[in-house]
């Protein structure tokens, strides 16, 4: 993994250097789907997606419900493989080493209710062997950063809807994969709260190099956190529009969500999800 500042900080050189290297020896990886369909029985869920996503990039997927957003990704994840086409993560098709290559977090935050936020922060170095002790001290060092601190030692019903998902995307990134699945990792959340972790999570991106795959309901969330929203037609899920945010993850996120371009774009967005043609 990769830790950067952040883009619009003053950057150095030698750190340009280091991103540009990273991006190169990575240029093979990332996720790549080719048209790929799926379906359950009878019923046709994804119809032709194709998508790349390059190392370090956000892509965003907004569509109605029930149109396979989920289901495109558990299939990246490697739960289940496509009725047809091609899938890679980090160069690899085989379901098993695409599972290897992808942490998952889920709509629910699904901590263990019986555990402290420490541990279950730590869960997946746990499965991967380490100690108590040493799985809590390879996690401790990150909850001031993510604004946990002090929050260590509560049970999950001592914590805020937030502060719980917040936990619930340490255990994500501790999972140390290079390719995050975000499935609605919001959408439990008050709107007031959203928007707060919606700044929060793109700090947290631009310090740390992932690939991303974000499923939202939240048009303005996904233009906000990704480098390009694909906009998906209701099932068989098609791409309708890709679109470019002018400011991803934009340090000041109420000035980027309220500018003109944005607004513009975040209307178009509106306008294809209600049926209209590119």
């Not at 500018?259 to 509106?270: I, K, V």
Request: glycine residues 8%.
């Amino acid at each position: 993994m990769l830790t950067r500042l952040r883009e619009d900080a003053a950057t150095t050189p030698e750190q340009r250097e280091a991103e540009d290297a990273w991006r190169a020896e990575h240029r093979d990886a990332g996720v790549r789907i080719a048209g790929v369909r799926h379906s359950f029985g009878d019923l046709n869920v994804l119809d032709g997606i194709d998508l790349e996503a390059r190392p370090g990039q956000v892509i965003g997927m907004v569509g109605p419900s029930g149109c396979g957003k989920t289901t495109l990704l558990e299939l990246v994840a490697g739960l289940r493989d496509p009725s047809d086409g091609t899938i890679s993560v980090e160069g690899e098709a085989d379901a098993e080493r695409r599972l290897l290559g992808c942490a998952y977090m889920p709509q629910r935050d699904l901590l263990l209710p019986w555990q402290r936020a420490i541990d279950n922060a730590a869960l997946a170095l746990r499965v991967a062997g380490a100690s108590r002790q040493d799985a809590r001290r390879q996690v401790s060092g990150h909850f001031e950063r993510l604004g946990l601190g002090g929050f260590e030692e509560s049970r999950p019903d001592e914590l805020s809807g937030g502060m719980r998902q917040r936990v619930a995307f340490l255990r994500t990134l501790m999972a140390g994969r290079p390719v995050l699945l975000l499935d609605e990792p919001f959408a439990s959340l008050d709107a007031i709260t959203r928007a707060e972790l919606q700044g929060w999570l793109a700090e947290v991106l631009a310090e740390d190099l992932h690939t991303v795959l974000l499923v939202t309901h939240d048009v303005e969330e996904a233009l906000y956190l990704s480098d390009r929203v694909l906009v998906l037609t209701p099932r068989p899920a098609r791409i309708a529009a890709e679109l470019e945010p002018p400011e991803p993850r934009a340090s000041d996120r109420a000035a980027a969500v309220s500018s003109p371009a944005f607004t513009e774009l975040r209307q178009r967005a509106l306008r294809v999800l209600g049926g209209e043609a590119e």
